[in-house]
């Protein structure tokens, strides 16, 4: 992921939510107050080591770690330019989702039936411009070949466009 998004001239910072530890206890993976927090703390810290650039910031999460990227977005509004849940479950952050700006791309496998139907919930529940898409013979975790690359992809388009509108200079 992180490859292709940097050969379409975009920035990553990959990070953890859970610790090693943390991550040993299934039941936090669930814990979105705890996984957002985390992520705000992080976003704080690039906001002040970026030095007040304005650099258009966006959101990858997938799995539970989208509902925390979507209650974060609300928490920072107009801060975030843009968000990418892939195989996402929204539906954890649905109190939230109202408030979120940024414009938001749903990704799901074809073959994710379940996560499918949540993710439409979650969209009808989103007022942001927001795009569901569904992946044809991909299933959650898009293991099949060629998936995660398409998902990339589709990530690197999605932020591209939306940051080049705060960012004319991100190509």
């Keep these: 992921m992180a490859e292709i998004l940097q050969d379409h001239n975009l920035g990553t910072l ?16 669930f814990n979105i107050g705890l996984l957002t927090r985390r992520l705000i703390a992080v976003t704080d810290w690039v906001m002040v080591y970026t ?43 649905m109190d939230d989702l109202p408030k979120v700006l940024a414009p938001t791309l749903l990704l799901v496998g074809g073959l994710d039936t379940e996560v499918i139907q949540l993710n439409r919930m979650a969209q009808r529940r989103l007022e942001a411009r927001t795009k569901l898409h569904i ?36 190509s």
């Design 14 to 29: 990959l990070f953890d939510l859970l610790t090693e530890e943390e991550d040993l206890i299934y039941e936090n993976r």
């Design 51 to 93: 030095h007040g650039r304005q650099l258009p910031l966006g959101y990858f999460g997938a799995s539970t770690g989208a509902a925390s990227a979507l209650r974060a977005a609300a928490h920072f509004r107009d801060k975030i330019s843009a968000v990418v849940s892939r195989g996402g479950r929204p539906d954890l952050a």
């Design 135 to 170: 992946i044809p013979g991909a299933s959650h975790l898009f293991e099949e070949p060629g998936k995660l690359r398409e998902v990339a992809e589709m990530t690197a388009g999605w932020f591209s466009k939306h940051f080049h509108n705060v960012y004319p200079y991100v």
